[in-house]
């Protein structure tokens, strides 16, 4: 062994024990007399001190971050730095062992307030990750994932890992697809999720699975989304209904939470919004409860307006207490966010003043009428502020309406600080109107195509598809979608049916689903599941507001591995392979 050791734990009650310590270099300070080096593992930071004018010498040659073996004696510190648990000891070299030597001169500092360019930190993400809040976050990431599996394991779920060499399959994003040598024009997908695989455990008879899954999609990245793949913890329960799913969420949730942060944290059970009152209320199907303004619709209030802007839309109105307070610069900064960042054509806001009169922005175009009800009907008082969205579109203006209310309670500070809310959204919409290449509207899935609908086989036979609603539900915590879930389609019957509705004939279920498809004829239980992201779990934990912050090797914003160099050409060897050509494209 390299250490007696490890860094951080010595103390006063090590003294004149003759150690061994192993680190790298955080820092030397050449006094002339004494050297003094801070040596730093994963546990912690250790002063060493060289007065031996030999090893001085060599200490002299070294570097930061390189990486030393340490011979010496602990004695207690003359001046003591009782911030560190070793702040009352030092080590006293009698030997340094060089175990591996680091280059002169770094591409940035490691443990540095500095900002660093996020493209050189991941090109070098082996130095990054010595970052002392960036490892901690890592080794956070660790006990999280023990926790979960602790717990999963506490509620009788078996762990049961599924292929990553899958079928291609449609669950919302493009697949990875993956050649085969042996069978020449033939492809795996990586597993957006384990979808099918879990849904056909229950079929098997395993009462309940679970297990850290790695998903792919080929999804643009963004600042709470990885690219590429991203891990889940992937749950399925036999003979479960939607609540029996939701106490499991709510179990593992509180029991994570709580243990790793010491902010507030909802107890269960979570409060349930329905899908088209969340898109009514908040303008989002993944609202943030922190924030405490809420969207009305106004539209009726306004059904006799002459304001042209007005006239035909559908309006919608969020009511900012006390924010008459704020000067015309903030209301003009906020319809310059409306039109440039929402795709709004404008944003309508007045005040209602202490006299009880409204003023500023449309003022004129609020009547004595439009003013009763506003103030009977929607809560408006003296001293608020009131934000106008409107579009011919519902789902445009609610859309808009919900980015307003988000900046709103940004730049007003409004959010409620140190605290957890949580969410289920449910009732889901089964289906949604798309394109198709052409450009034609057409039914598709909303969300999860493997959902089992409510109503069952009656409510897809006579019921319009887009009023049909779905047992699917989704975690929404502080702002952030934490995890997706369903009861299953168990039905043979009732899943051709769905499918139907989006487009797919019987003989596109058996070619797409065949092995889900034939085991639904063999007597399968009701099942239900959802599935929590691992990465934006612990993100909010972290108190992260980058999701590769918390991931050990993360890809950049282009969805590039700057540090292993992927994607990456290969080889025509390679191509020919698995009977692949390669055609370059016109510049």
Known sequence: MYRTHNLGELNIKNINEEVELAGWIQKIRNLGGMIFIDLRDEFGITQIVVNDEEIQKQAKSLNTESCIHIFGKVVERASKNLKIPTGEIEVVASKIEVLGECKSVLPFEVNTDQEVREDLRLEYRFLDLRNDKLHKTILLRSKILKTLRDKMDELGFSEIQTPILANSSPEGARDYLVPSRIHPGEFYALPQAPQQFKQLLMVSGFNKYF???????????????????????????????????????????????????????????????????????????????????IIQDVTTAFENTEFNAFKGKVIKMIRVPNGGVQGRKFFDSMTEFAVAECGAKGLAWSKLEESGEFAGGIAKFITEEVKKELLSNYNV??????????????????????????ELGKRLDLIEKNVYKFCFIVDFPMYELAEDEEGNEKIDFCHNPFSMPQGGLEALSTMNPLDIVAYQYDLVCNGYEMASGAVRNHNPEIMVKAFEIAGYSEEDVKTRFGALYNAFQYGTPPHAGAAPGIDRMVMLIADSQNIREVIAFPKNKKARDLLMGAPSKVSEEQLRDVHIRCIEENK
């Open 211 to 293: 297990q850290i899954a790695p998903c792919f999609r080929d999804e643009d990245p963004r600042a709470d989304r990885a690219p590429g793949e991203f891990y889940q913890l992937d749950f399925e329960m036999s003979f479960a209904t939607q609540e029996d799913v939701f106490k499991v969420i709510e179990e593992l949730m509180v029991h994570t939470y709580t243990k790793f942060t010491d902010w507030k944290v909802d107890e269960a059970p979570f409060i349930k919004i329905p899908y088209r009152e969340a898109m009514e209320k908040y303008g989002i199907d993944k609202p943030d409860l922190r924030n405490p303004l």
């Open 381 to 406: 008082k003296a001293g608020d502020a009131v934000f106008f969205i409107a579009d011919e579109k519902l789902e445009k203006t609610q859309k808009i309406a919900g980015l307003v209310r988000i």
